[in-house]
Nanobody, 118 residues
């Protein structure tokens, strides 16, 4: 089992920055990737970014590439999402996710609200 706890959400204005954090606990030795999804009201949950736990290769959704940066701190079992140039359409609940290896089990955090006002 892996437990995930997010923090850092809040209310900001268009163009502002925000940094989300997610700390993993439990079977962290089996972490393969960690990342972020988001879900806006009435919409499906969508991929935002993820990063390989070993090597640090990152992937981004087209909608956030160039504005968001995902990073990790293996020593702290944490992943971060630096969000710059925020837009109202970034308003969502952001969920931290972790995938383990070799079992390929996905774990989810409880979510943190990000609201961007125009």
């Amino acid at each position: 089992q892996v437990q995930l706890v997010e923090s850092g959400g809040g209310l900001v204005h268009t163009g502002d920055s925000l940094r989300l954090s997610c700390e993993a606990s439990g079977r962290t030795a089996s972490l393969y990737t960690m990342g972020w999804f988001r879900q806006a009201p009435g919409k499906d949950r969508e991929f935002v970014a993820d990063i390989r736990w070993s090597g640090g290769n990152a992937n981004y959704a087209d909608s956030v590439r160039g504005r968001f940066t995902i990073s990790r701190d293996n020593a702290k079992n944490s992943v971060y999402l630096q969000m710059n140039s925020l837009k109202p359409e970034d308003t969502s609940v952001y969920y931290c996710t972790a995938r383990t290896w070799p079992a390929l089990i996905d774990y989810w955090g409880q979510g943190t609200q990000v609201t961007v006002s125009s």
